[in-house]
């Protein structure tokens, strides 16, 4: 296992996972979402093949309501 | 046809609509088909999982003929400001980024020199910058000169319902401008949407007046009649105002002379 940053809070996940397995994981379709990793954006294509590592910091963003 | 012209995109509503401070999502996109905006802005935040409701995209994605417009609300400086809009740009695959830099929550004035410099890079980027500005006509021109799309002086401080307070400095900047002014911020009432269309803005952008509105969607609907309106009036030319009574009846005095 692995432990990485998501949003701001531990997050376990197996060795090995995706960026795309994060999603899955947490019940994303990963179509509305922007994926950040290590404050790089992480465009939907590269998802399935980037290998998430120990100690990586990963947003996950949404739009929500806003003026 | 009257369209509002933002870079190459043109629209035929000028009601800009907020889409943050509704009760929940279903009353929102009520009020966005019922207002008829074309254009709508959008914040971005981070997912929780236990609020997913809360993901606007994909609902207002559903509403045919609607851009999206991601603000870069939460960036302290021009770096911030820029990162949310490359962000933005990933998610809402538009060039329209409204930049909003307000570094202080007690009063949510915008930072002119950040938010310059932050239109400046975007605009140089190929994104259709809409800055979110107090109403100063130098600082107007200035974002015009680097390639803002449009220019949005704040009618009066956000969600305080002040209406017009800027509306003076709000017309110098009309004047002087060769790029849309739209009126965001501070407005209430539809007169107040109609007042600023009448001055010769391009647009107005209103969010909590609809939002906390008795009725949103109706208040919407009241939003988009007095922008129509309120451009019509400007579009047919206002009379000049006189110092003293212009009689409209003839005023020969016939009556004493027959009676």
Same mark, same amino acid.
């Given at each position: 296992?692995?432990?990485?940053? @998501?949003?701001? %809070? !531990?997050?376990?996940? /197996?060795?090995?996972?995706?960026?795309?397995? #994060?999603?899955?994981?947490?019940?994303?379709?990963?179509?509305?979402?922007?994926? @950040?990793?290590? %404050? !790089?954006?992480?465009? /939907?294509?590269?998802?399935?093949?980037?290998? #998430?590592?120990?100690?990586?910091?990963?947003?996950?963003?949404?739009?929500?309501?806003g003026g | 046809m009257d369209l509002l012209q933002l870079g190459s995109h043109s629209f035929s509503s000028r009601l800009i609509l907020g889409t943050g401070k509704f009760s929940n999502a279903a009353v929102m996109l009520q009020a966005v088909r019922a207002s008829g905006a074309q254009l709508v802005t959008v914040a971005l935040r981070r997912f929780n999982r236990e609020q997913a409701e809360d993901d606007l995209f994909g609902p207002l994605s559903t509403i045919e003929g609607v851009t999206l417009m991601p603000n870069t609300s939460g960036a302290s400086t021009a770096a911030e400001a820029v990162r949310a809009a490359h962000i933005s740009r990933e998610l809402s695959g538009s060039a329209f980024i409204k930049v909003e830099i307000h570094p202080n929550p007690q009063h949510l004035m915008p930072d002119p020199i950040e938010t310059f410099e932050a239109a400046r890079i975007l605009a140089k980027e190929g994104f259709l910058v809409m800055p979110y500005i107090t109403a100063d006509p130098v600082l107007a021109k200035r974002l015009e000169e680097v390639g803002c799309a449009a220019v949005m002086p704040l009618g009066s401080a956000i969600g305080s319902g002040q209406g017009l307070a800027n509306a003076a400095m709000i017309e110098l900047i009309i004047r002087e401008s060769s790029i849309p002014v739209i009126v965001d911020a501070g407005l209430r009432s539809p007169s107040e949407a109609a007042h600023a269309m009448e001055m010769g803005c391009g647009a107005v952008l209103v969010n909590s007046a609809v939002a906390v509105a008795g009725n949103p969607p109706e208040m919407a609907e009241a939003f988009a009649e007095a922008v129509a309106a309120g451009r019509k009036a400007f579009r047919a030319g206002l009379m000049q105002k006189s110092g003293s009574a212009i009689a409209t009846s003839p005023l020969t005095a016939f009556l004493g002379a027959t009676l």
């Amino acid at each position: 296992m692995i432990t990485i940053e @998501l949003n701001g %809070q !531990q997050q376990p996940l /197996p060795t090995g996972s995706t960026v795309s397995d #994060l999603l899955s994981t947490i019940g994303s379709d990963g179509k509305s979402v922007a994926v @950040l990793v290590n %404050q !790089q954006i992480i465009r /939907p294509e590269n998802r399935p093949t980037l290998m #998430l590592q120990e100690g990586d910091q990963v947003e996950l963003l949404i739009f929500a309501g806003g003026g | 046809m009257d369209l509002l012209q933002l870079g190459s995109h043109s629209f035929s509503s000028r009601l800009i609509l907020g889409t943050g401070k509704f009760s929940n999502a279903a009353v929102m996109l009520q009020a966005v088909r019922a207002s008829g905006a074309q254009l709508v802005t959008v914040a971005l935040r981070r997912f929780n999982r236990e609020q997913a409701e809360d993901d606007l995209f994909g609902p207002l994605s559903t509403i045919e003929g609607v851009t999206l417009m991601p603000n870069t609300s939460g960036a302290s400086t021009a770096a911030e400001a820029v990162r949310a809009a490359h962000i933005s740009r990933e998610l809402s695959g538009s060039a329209f980024i409204k930049v909003e830099i307000h570094p202080n929550p007690q009063h949510l004035m915008p930072d002119p020199i950040e938010t310059f410099e932050a239109a400046r890079i975007l605009a140089k980027e190929g994104f259709l910058v809409m800055p979110y500005i107090t109403a100063d006509p130098v600082l107007a021109k200035r974002l015009e000169e680097v390639g803002c799309a449009a220019v949005m002086p704040l009618g009066s401080a956000i969600g305080s319902g002040q209406g017009l307070a800027n509306a003076a400095m709000i017309e110098l900047i009309i004047r002087e401008s060769s790029i849309p002014v739209i009126v965001d911020a501070g407005l209430r009432s539809p007169s107040e949407a109609a007042h600023a269309m009448e001055m010769g803005c391009g647009a107005v952008l209103v969010n909590s007046a609809v939002a906390v509105a008795g009725n949103p969607p109706e208040m919407a609907e009241a939003f988009a009649e007095a922008v129509a309106a309120g451009r019509k009036a400007f579009r047919a030319g206002l009379m000049q105002k006189s110092g003293s009574a212009i009689a409209t009846s003839p005023l020969t005095a016939f009556l004493g002379a027959t009676l």
